[in-house]
């Protein structure tokens, strides 16, 4: 009996100790979006607990005792679940099944309430939902994002998220026509978006290794609906005007699943450089220091100024044609494809003047003396382009893969102006440039990239090889008048000079990139990382100069040919150390980036050679208090290596009156980068707010050092050469914004800017010039959207750029633009509509006699017809009061120069446009397809 009754004891601590379940599941919305702290109760005839979901959904218990329970589950903005379960006495851990919860709305005063977070941070990538954006019929992406919290698209087409351009664009994880982002936003109809995605992608090698080096670039991701996987879409467009307007456009796409057709094409007159309306005046911080090599007739490139429409003060009409092809498609369970072509021509016809006032300070007496020019130019240019891309991604085995990219890129080019230049001031000089070029580059370059997953689960291993050639070859045909006169009031002649020349060039790039990496768990939270690569950047330039005589015959002069042959090699070792936690992760660890710098000239018979070493580290973090709250902040250095021009010891003449002169002895610059970011998504009450900042910090930077010298006329021009400077070269950057999303979505108020302040250090005459640029940009709006017939969308930009410099404070400039814009949208009937753009500038810093506060006013009325909104005849006009007059100011180390160019901006046009489409969810009509993160399809 008593052992009858030690055995019944044992059998049932047996069946407790060792029945006792483990229990875990994940709670998500019909989305496909996990649910974070919903309440989850299990319930069995012998215990009930409950608990929350956490930052991932996940839900889970212990010690379960009964073998029969339920689940009941309970979140705000979401339909209760309940199901019952029962399982076999042998399973001691169980996995649930994902529970879905339905959206519910309930109304509490009127105010909707609605549980799925608009905004969501995953790890690299911010998402946005976009079915809480309220749109309306036939509205495009485009429409879309612009009511995303942080998101601004240009009238040009450029977006910029949180303050930062968006590089790329895809459609459910791949390249939309090359990633042409422009094109992905007006292409694609809003209606079946299912989210809206904005990743930091650091490249196929990291995708797949999840080792992250260098900067990512932005890249916009759009996420169809699962229930219209499949359709087809097209807009025909074709429209006639005023001043010989006329736009053609034919476009189509083929969605099904994974699989991607496009074709683009599209012929247009137009103008050029019309304002943004943003009220931006743009700038650099570096004022004036990144001009592209560094002098010539570049000067002034990247200055703190800006213009009062915000665009770059180009200007004038175009013709432009572009053509292009998209396929991307799963040819297999294993093969994936993505390929694009694109084809653009243009043909741009300018007119442009300028006023300067260049200062230049004798070292020696310290006297200030002022350069004036007033330059006024014809320009006309063609060019056209080939582009095409293709990537094949093979899945070998499980444990296998291979990527294979190659690009292919051709473009020419055809140029001609006539500048007719006069200077006074120090000297006293007309000129009349003529200049003819031809110019051809051919690109072409392969990448691949091989990866193994060791039988230990999460080794990885990868090998990446890259070769990239681009060779620019371009004639040049240079007609130059100058007039020496006596710089008095008589301002009498004494040499009428014309030097005619022909300029050869020719610069052939050859990029060659390899790399391994490799990762290796330490345990189930950290990782050992390495990554080794080696960068050979190689340069072969000649540029062959000859003096065409007055007969026409034709001289070399050697004196003024270089050939120059210069390469840069890059190493970098990398070992960190990895660890992720729920809430939080990070990278620790140190590059070694050994380089060197090579050069031989065969013009001078020298040679130049410069090694230098680097010790940086690796250093990411964030946090991520939910979903909805994170913070990261970033460490990257990279070094850089000087420009033909900066680097090559022979004169370049082309612009006699500021000749170039290389230095074979730079070294390369070496740049530092902090960035930190911060963002916060409120669901219960939809407040968004960000902030980021980004410092930069360069050594060895290249500068140049202009030197005024007297020429045998005892008039005076310019020498520039190039130095390394390792002070007084740094940026700070910041960007910030809240908005506010009220009124069921009707409503949203935002405010978000920038503000900047740079630190340069250039040299003219042989002094230091130290330069201070501030920039600040703000924006206030306001989108209503309170009915079915009205849109409106207020706002008020604020812009300031200041810029001090060392030399003297003649250039110092400080610019003030106020911005009033209204955007609207009326419907008289659901057919019938008027959209119209205001917007008023005011603007102080630019002188009164080249700017007048434009106006500018567009609007188009449109009628709608056909099937489903299909067809519509709109009349648009641009600029009703044609006061756009494109003012542009840019400051350098040491000048500040004013451009207008011309804008025939005031037309109309009358258009007509077809836009069929039809959308299914294919076989499967629930929709219900699993899915990637990026929205591709799997098995499909």
Do not use: C
């Amino acid at each position: 009996m008593k052992r009858s009754i030690l055995f019944i004891l044992l059998a049932f601590t047996y069946s407790y100790t060792f029945a006792q379940k483990n229990i875990t599941g994940t709670v998500i919305d019909s989305t496909k979006q996990t649910v974070i702290g919903a309440l989850v109760k299990i319930t069995s005839p012998l215990d009930t607990i409950s608990t929350s979901t956490n930052i991932d959904g996940i839900f889970s218990f212990r010690n379960i005792k009964s073998s029969n329970f339920t689940i009941s589950v309970n979140g705000l903005g979401y339909r209760s679940f309940s199901k019952s379960y029962q399982f076999d006495n042998s399973q001691n851990t169980i996995r649930l099944e994902n529970i879905t919860l339905k959206t519910q709305t309930n109304m509490l005063d009127m105010v909707v309430v609605d549980g799925t977070p608009t905004i969501t941070y995953k790890t690299d990538t911010m998402e946005y939902r976009a079915d809480a954006y309220n749109m309306k019929e036939n509205a495009t992406v485009e429409d879309l994002v612009k009511k995303m919290e942080g998101m601004e698209v240009d009238k040009d087409g450029t977006l910029t998220v949180q303050g930062e351009q968006i590089k790329r664009a895809r459609i459910n994880g791949k390249d939309y026509f090359g990633g042409d982002v422009e094109a992905a936003l007006k292409d694609l109809p809003s209606d079946i978006v299912d989210k809206i995605q904005i990743i930091d992608d650091y490249g196929d090698e990291a995708r797949r290794t999840g080792v992250k080096d260098g900067d990512p670039q932005r890249v916009l991701n759009i996420v169809t609906k699962s229930n219209k996987r499949v359709g087809n879409r097209g807009r025909f467009e074709v429209g006639a005007g005023s001043d010989n307007r006329y736009q053609l456009t034919a476009n189509a796409n083929r969605f099904n699943g994974n699989q991607q057709l496009g074709i683009r094409s599209s012929l247009n007159n137009t103008v050029t450089g019309i304002a943004n309306t943003n009220g931006d005046l743009g700038g650099g911080n570096q004022g004036g220091n990144n001009r592209n090599n560094g002098g010539g007739n570049n000067r002034g490139q990247g200055g703190s100024g800006g213009n009062q429409g915000g665009n770059s003060g180009s200007a004038g009409t175009r013709q432009a044609g572009r053509f292009g092809l998209n396929y991307n498609d799963d040819l297999s369970s294993k093969l994936k494809l993505e390929s694009s072509y694109n084809y653009n021509g243009s043909n741009t016809k300018s007119t442009s003047e300028s006023l300067s006032d260049e200062i230049f300070k004798d070292k020696d007496t310290g006297t200030i003396e002022h350069l004036y020019s007033d330059r006024k130019g014809d320009n006309k240019n063609k060019s056209y382009t080939h582009a095409l891309s293709a990537k094949l991604e093979y899945e070998i085995d499980s444990a296998n893969w291979l990527i294979v990219s190659p690009t292919l890129n051709l473009r020419r080019n055809t140029s001609n102006s006539i500048t007719n230049l006069k200077q006074s001031g120090i000297f006293r000089q007309d000129q009349v440039n003529q200049n003819a070029n031809i110019g051809k580059t051919p690109n072409y370059g392969l990448t691949l990239n091989y990866g193994h997953r060791f039988n230990k689960k999460g080794t990885v291993a990868s090998v990446q090889l890259s070769a990239n050639n681009s060779e620019n070859t371009s004639d040049r045909d240079a007609n130059n008048r100058r007039l020496y006169l006596s710089n008095d009031e008589n301002e009498s002649l004494l040499k009428d000079s014309l030097l005619h020349r022909a300029i050869a060039n020719r610069n052939l790039t050859e990029n060659y990139r390899g790399s391994l990496t490799f990762s290796h768990p330490l345990t189930s939270k950290s990782r050992l990382e390495f990554n080794g690569q080696v960068n050979y950047r190689g340069y072969d330039n000649s540029q062959i100069t000859q003096v065409i005589d007055e007969f026409g015959y034709a001289n070399t002069v050697d004196s003024l040919s270089k050939i120059f042959n210069y390469s840069f090699t890059e190493s970098r070792l990398s070992l960190n150390y990895k660890y992720t936690q729920t809430k939080y992760n990070f990278a620790l660890g140190l590059s070694g980036v050994p380089n060197a710098l090579k050069g031989y000239s065969e013009s001078r018979g020298n040679s130049t050679h410069r090694n230098s070493f680097n010790i940086i580290p690796i250093a990411r973090f964030e946090y991520k208090w939910s979903r909805q709250k994170r913070f990261s902040i970033n460490y990257t250095g990279n070094p850089t290596e000087p420009t033909f021009d900066q680097i090559q010891d022979v004169p370049d003449v082309s612009n006699p009156q500021n000749v170039i002169i290389g230095n074979p002895d730079l070294k390369a610059a070496f740049r530092h980068s902090i960035q930190a970011n911060f963002n916060n998504y409120i669901s219960q009450t939809k407040l968004n707010y960000y902030a980021g900042f980004n410092a930069t910090f360069n050594e060895n930077q290249v500068i140049r050092n202009v030197i005024l010298k007297r020429d045998e006329y005892n008039g005076r021009k310019m020498e520039t050469h190039f130095m390394n400077a390792n002070k007084g070269n740094y940026n700070y950057r910041g960007n910030y914004g809240i908005s506010k999303r009220f009124g069921d979505n009707k409503y949203n108020l935002s405010y978000n800017g920038t503000a900047g302040y740079g630190k340069t250090l250039s040299m003219n005459n042989n002094s230091e010039n130290i330069g201070k640029t501030w920039n600040l940009n703000q924006r206030l709006n306001l989108q209503i959207d309170p009915n079915d017939w009205l849109e409106v969308n207020p706002n008020i930009r604020y812009s300031f750029n200041q810029g001090n410099f060392s030399l003297d404070t003649i250039s110092n400039s400080r610019i003030h633009n106020w911005t009033l814009s209204l955007s609207s949208k009326v419907y008289f009937q659901k057919t019938f509509y008027l959209t119209y753009d205001l917007n008023k500038n005011f603007i102080e810093g630019i002188n009164a006699n080249v700017t007048s506060n434009p106006f500018i006013i567009n609007a188009s009325l449109t009628k709608e017809f056909l099937k489903k909104k299909a067809g519509a005849v709109s009349l648009k006009a641009y600029d009703l009061l044609n006061q756009n007059n494109f003012i542009n100011r840019q400051i350098t180390d040491n000048a500040i120069i004013d451009t207008k160019s011309n804008a025939l901006s005031r037309y109309f046009i009358l258009t007509f446009t077809w836009t069929p489409q039809k959308w299914t969810g294919g076989k499967k009509s629930s929709g219900n397809f699993q899915r990637r993160g990026d929205g591709s399809y799997m098995g499909g």
